[in-house]
């Protein structure tokens, strides 16, 4: 190994270490700030909020040997991924850091200890989100991509038992409104120790291999009276302008025995597919309306199909040209300016989120 081999390495190993550092004391503060979130401890949590100010002056210091690693050794692809993803990790730990003092914070305030349900939940949910994160970060230093994929795989678990400590929540009526409050900013932050923790696999991932994450799909739900004209026209546009960036399904409330074939036969004259699914239930889609980015009412107003948007779904409504006319041609000529509208409003929502589509 020649002189520049054995200083690269050794630089390396110096952030390795650096990184192993931070991630032990981050680990250890997320142990405390749930301690003390269990027993009340308020010392403890103090002493965990000062923890916290060494962990910054190291993260510091990992920026710092990332830049003169760059500088020093100019690095090449492989070497040149590991310290941009280092450089990243670095971010996400420092967050990590603040919200295993968030939490602390939030303890000292609040004035009753958990309930024994609460407690049971919170620790089964913060035990999970920290064994992600710790299996999450051997992956990282021990370069190993298929334990990184199943770190990922705590995700779906560690959500679950954030809503399991909702529906906890929502039994503490007699509470006052803070310390509900307070109990829902310690639930947010230990949720999102899981999602940096699966960031942190992403860096993993592509660290070693070089694959990118992928973005997910946007998907959206469409809603109209009838799961008819205007919602299947909806999907067949946004189908065929967007074939790789969504997703798009529609519902409706009650079906029509209106037929609206000579309006699917003109999408097809356009280039489109007209969706051929039977009619689909709003009903049907409320238990699966968390898997969607977007529903959009066509035509109602959204109450009429939906009482409750989940948190991170956006809900719009379009109100579009009506389908009238005193015969077939001038009804033909009025669905080719819902076609039309409908078609420029998809292309900006898809575009703001997404961007263009590839070719």
């Given amino acids: 190994m020649s002189l520049y081999e054995q200083r690269l390495a050794q630089d390396l190993d110096t952030i390795k270490q650096t990184i192993a550092n931070v991630a032990e004391q981050i680990q250890i503060n997320l142990r405390n700030s749930l301690s003390a979130l269990k027993t009340m401890d308020k010392k403890l949590a103090y002493e965990t909020i000062l923890a916290d100010h060494p962990i910054n002056r190291q993260s510091e210091d990992i920026d710092k040997l990332c830049h003169h690693f760059v500088a020093r050794h100019l690095p090449g692809a492989g070497h040149l991924r590991f310290i941009s993803s280092v450089m990243r990790l670095n971010i996400g730990l420092e967050r990590i850091g603040d919200y295993a003092t968030s939490i602390c914070r939030e303890t000292v305030q609040i ?6 349900e609460l407690t049971r939940i919170m620790e089964q949910f913060a035990n999970d989100a920290f064994e992600m994160m710790h299996r999450a970060i051997q992956a990282f230093l021990e370069k190993d991509i298929e334990q990184a994929r199943e770190a990922k795989g705590f995700a779906d678990q560690v959500a679950a038992y954030l ?12 509470e006052p409104i803070e310390e509900v409050l307070r109990i829902m900013v310690i639930l947010s932050r230990i949720r999102r120790v899981a999602s940096q923790a699966k960031n942190i696999c992403e860096e993993t991932i592509f660290a070693v291999s070089g694959q990118t994450k992928k973005r997910k799909p946007v998907r959206i739900l469409f809603l109209d009276e009838d799961n008819g004209i205007y919602s299947r026209t909806a999907v067949a546009l946004a189908r065929k302008a967007f074939p790789n960036t969504g997703r798009f399904v529609s519902a409706g409330l009650n079906e029509s025995q209106t ?5 699917m036969a003109y999408l097809t004259t356009q280039g489109c597919t007209p969706p051929r699914e039977v009619f689909r239930s709003v009903e049907f889609e409320k238990a699966n309306l968390n898997a969607y980015d977007v529903v959009i009412s066509l035509q109602v107003p959204m109450d009429r199909f939906l009482t409750k948007i989940p948190f991170h779904t956006v809900s719009l409504e379009w109100t579009l040209p009506t389908l009238g006319g005193e015969n077939e041609d001038q009804k033909m000529e009025r669905f080719q300016e ?3 509208e409908i078609a420029a409003a998809v292309n900006h929502l898809m575009t703001t989120m ?4 590839a070719d």
């Fill in 354 to 357: 997404r961007g263009e589509e």
């Fill in 111 to 116: 004035k009753k200890p958990l309930t024994p």
């Fill in 259 to 263: 037929s609206i074939e000579p309006y």
């Fill in 338 to 340: 819902i076609h039309r």
């Fill in 163 to 174: 809503e399991q400590g909702m529906s906890a929540l929502e039994k503490k009526n007699d």
